[in-house]
């Protein structure tokens, strides 16, 4: 008999005009002076300034930006922007942008609301044991999925290393997804964090941890990328579209955290650590060839899944033995469909980054990968770079 | 009413089980440390001294290993005053004795929330695959089979129970001495 375990308590905003909910939201926590974690990049694309007037609209005033997280937060900006939130008295925080800073604001939040200066103190997991101040996400990009997950990871760069910080405690009261926050994403970021969340839920869909209410977050999440991916491409300016992919990235988000990810990941984080590509690109490199590795332990829900990937006439179509292949057959068209849109790489060789000579180094760190564990088949050394092999060229 | 009036000893039972099992696999991990190069190729990434712990949460049996200068583990028992630098937590003792009676997997005991990792989440994959590698050695194929998540094809007869006897054998003598110690 299998056993499960199941949380998301983040109260989730959609749709049009949701923006417009943040100051109700607010009040509702009590919050009279949030202060807002962003990056330049979203501020220069215009995107700060819809979040400010929606607000301002609504009464409320935010006059306490940081907007200077960097690409690979670290201790330092943590600790930086904890001084700022203290020193101008604010009581919440509002996440905008992608995965860098909603993990900054998170640990901010822990900071101001356990105290101290030192964000090291409180890596791990279950580490934090009581409710965090109030706290908001707004995603602009459809694939990571932060926005309902429980954890985050900051870079300690004294030490050079990251430091992964797990709790319940960390998820958001609230996200909000507004398809005008997802409207600018050029090409290639659409793409490959769509095939972030893509991964996030087949292989949440299929790894260890799999459990009833994942299965369902991931499969639904996978139809809504299967049927808008490629046609936001086409037309990015489609909100209707890009809500569909926002809304697909946090079902997946809530998927993988209740699931766990594996060897995808694995294989995904160490050559982001190893050759500083983008997290969901690192994903869509690896996601054909580590589901052709592990085909023979998860036959059963890749055939199922060819019906959330393809359509029921495809599924019906195609022999009941033959539907894991297919999946993974549509998979990689699909990566054949970005890579003509905007060539997003589908080889390491074709990202130009990539030596061959790196490859010995990042299988090693694949295995020591904490994702790994939950791979349904055990790989070891040998399996993690003949993998790397397979998706070279 | 006889349930009733059971229950307490088969609680007694588990937990006795549960210790003993946990004081077999430290003894186990010190002897295969000495005999097999894998797990000694795995171990030799553990900074000297470091202290791994496997224990019941909140104060139930627990077994802690120590990496020597040599590269080989220590077992020190089942309680040390220092805080381990990795310790993997059963929520619970029934959670254990899963594990331990090898009814359940411990990477399907990870995947399903049983237990906890405080500390290096590299090094605990780590230990996990020398606990693997240590129960393919010592127990029969198929029990090994329930243990772990793919049993090796690469691992021969011969080879396993030359390897399993000369862990056994440590462990025998570990014994001896703690009994001669005590």
Redesign the interface.
């Known amino acids: 008999m299998s ?3 199941f949380f998301c308590p983040v109260k989730v905003i959609a749709g049009q005009a949701a923006l417009e909910h943040l100051p109700y939201e607010f009040s509702s926590r009590a919050v009279k002076r949030p202060m807002v974690v962003t990056d330049k990049g979203v501020r220069n694309a215009g995107l700060l300034d819809k979040v400010l007037a929606a607000c301002e609209e609504g009464g409320m005033d935010i006059t306490v930006v940081y907007d200077d997280v960097p690409a690979d937060s670290s201790k330092q900006t943590v600790t930086a922007i904890a001084k700022e939130y203290r020193k101008q008295k604010c009581d919440g925080i509002l996440a905008i942008g992608g995965g860098s800073p909603i993990d900054t604001a998170k640990a901010v939040n822990i900071l101001v609301s356990e105290g101290g200066d030192d964000i090291a103190q409180y890596a ?3 580490v934090l044991k009581r409710p965090l101040k109030p706290f908001f996400v707004i995603p602009t990009t459809a694939g990571t999925g932060s926005e309902v997950t429980n954890v985050a990871v900051i870079a300690d760069t004294e030490k050079e290393v990251k430091l ?1 910080f797990a709790s319940g405690f960390m998820l958001p009261d609230a996200a909000v997804l507004d398809p005008r926050m997802t409207l600018t994403l050029p090409p290639q970021i659409t793409a490959a964090t769509g095939m972030d969340a893509m991964t996030h839920s087949v292989e949440a869909f299929t ?3 799999k459990n009833p209410l994942s299965d369902a977050y991931a499969a639904a999440a996978i139809r809504k990328i299967s049927n808008n991916l490629l046609k936001v491409m086409e037309k990015p300016d489609d909100a209707e579209r890009r809500l569909e992919l926002a809304q697909a990235s946090t079902m997946a988000g809530i998927a993988f955290s209740n699931s ?1 990810v594996g060897l995808v990941h694995a294989l995904g984080h160490s050559l982001g650590a190893a050759c500083h590509l983008p997290h969901g690109l690192c994903m869509s490199l690896f996601l054909p060839y580590v589901l052709e590795y592990n085909l023979e332990e998860i036959r059963e829900p890749l055939s199922e899944l060819l019906l959330h990937l393809a359509g029921p006439e495809i599924y019906a179509m195609t022999p009941k033995s033959q539907r894991a292949e297919e999946s993974i057959a549509t998979i990689r068209k699909l990566r054949d469909d970005l890579h003509r849109h905007c060539g997003l790489p589908r080889t390491l060789q074709e990202t130009g980054k990539v030596e061959k000579s790196q490859l010995d180094r990042i299988a090693q760190m694949t ?4 994702s ?3 791979n ?3 790989a070891s050394l040998e399996d993690a770079r003949a993998v790397l092999e397979k998706a070279w060229a | 009413m006889i349930r009733e009036r059971l229950r307490p000893l088969a609680s007694q039972a588990k937990r006795t089980y549960v210790q003993l099992m946990l004081d077999v696999v430290g003894r186990s991990l010190e002897a295969i440390s000495q005999v097999d190069d894998e797990v000694r190729g795995e171990v030799a990434v553990l900074p000297d001294g470091f202290l791994f712990s496997m224990q019941v949460m909140p104060k139930g049996p627990a077994l802690f290993i120590r990496k020597q200068r040599d590269g080989s583990l220590q077992y020190l028992g089942g309680s040390v005053a220092q805080r381990p630098d990795l310790s993997i937590q059963f929520k619970h003792l029934h959670h254990a004795f899963l594990v331990l009676s090898f009814q359940e997997k411990t ?2 005991s ?5 237990m ?4 290096d ?2 090094y ?3 230990m ?2 020398v606990l ?1 590698r240590l129960e393919t050695f010592i127990l029969p194929r198929l029990v090994a089979s329930r243990a ?3 049993y090796p094809d690469n691992l021969g007869l011969p080879e396993k129970v030359f390897s399993a006897a000369r862990i056994y054998l440590k462990v025998a003598m570990n014994f001896v001495d703690t009994v001669r110690s005590s």
């Open positions: 056993y499960y375990e791990g997991s279950g992964p790894c260890l941890a766990m295995i020591d990968d904490g790994i564990m939950f349904p088949k055990e | 990477a399907q990870f995947a399903n929330d049983r906890l990792v405080d500390g989440l590299g605990a994959v780590r996990t695959r693997n772990v998540k793919e």
